[in-house]
T-cell receptor
Framework: EADIYQTPRYLVIGTGKKITLECSQT?????MYWYQQDPGMELHLIHY???????EKGDLSSESTVSRIRTEHFPLTLESARPSHTSQYLC????????????FGPGTRLTVL | SQQGEEDPQALSIQEGENATMNCSYK?????LQWYRQNSGRGLVHLIL?????REKHSGRLRVTLDTSKKSSSLLITASRAADTASYFC?????????????FGKGTKLSVIP
């Protein structure tokens, strides 16, 4: 099991709410990622970070934002949640390049009513 | 954009049988990785094979890579009920897009006790 944690595991909220999905890792990895995955589908990269104060958008356009103030912490925020944001959100990290082994957290399943 | 594509989409076998899953991709790669995802959980890294390697083993797992056909296969020998999961291939592309892994839609494996 990788030392990467996500909270909450499940979240059901109403439209318009602001939410933050937490992701922390204790491996000291510089590189961290957020993926979005719909049931039975592939993962899509929505954000990544190569280190403190570094954040970039991934291939899949997302209304969420991220921050990287500390190496171990990479939270994702939705200012105003909508039903279209309903999905599973997976956080991952890697020690070296993004193209090497990635370690995943257990995911947060978000449902917006 | 999707790079790896797994085949079959779903596979059901009896415990003790071997399971073979295939992955095809479109562009040149640096490496190809296989991950396992149990229902509702994060991904777990299984094996990484580099573009200059043809075959790799890890326990009951055997991965092959044919860069001329742009394809890879994952063989799980003597399957167990605990192997029931979705299996994803992920490609690390060379050149453009090489900052990320690109995941396929996965093969859903069911091992019947």
């Amino acid at each position: 099991e990788a030392d990467i944690y996500q909270t909450p595991r499940y979240l059901v909220i109403g439209t318009g709410k602001k939410i933050t999905l937490e992701c922390s890792q204790t491996m000291g990895h510089d590189k961290m990622y957020w993926y979005q995955q719909d049931p039975g589908m592939e993962l899509h990269l929505i954000h990544y970070s190569y280190g403190v104060n570094s954040t970039e958008k991934g291939d899949l356009s997302s209304e969420s934002t991220v921050s990287r103030i500390r190496t171990e912490h990479f939270p994702l925020t939705l200012e105003s949640a909508r039903p279209s944001h309903t999905s599973q959100y997976l956080c991952a990290s890697s020690e070296t390049a993004a193209t090497d082994t990635q370690y995943f957290g257990p995911g947060t399943r978000l449902t917006v009513l | 954009s999707q790079q790896g594509e797994e085949d079959p989409q779903a596979l059901s076998i009896q415990e003790g049988e071997n399971a073979t899953m295939n992955c095809s991709y479109k562009t040149s790669i640096n490496n190809l990785q296989w991950y396992r995802q149990n229902s509702g959980r994060g991904l777990v890294h299984l094996i990484l094979i580099r573009s200059n390697e043809r075959e790799k083993h890890s326990g009951r797992l055997r991965v092959t890579l044919d860069t001329s056909k742009k394809s890879s296969s994952l063989l799980i020998t003597a399957s167990r009920a605990a192997d029931t999961a979705s299996y994803f291939c992920a490609t690390a592309n060379s050149g453009a897009g090489s900052y990320q892994l690109t995941f396929g839609k996965g093969t859903k494996l069911s091992v019947i006790p």
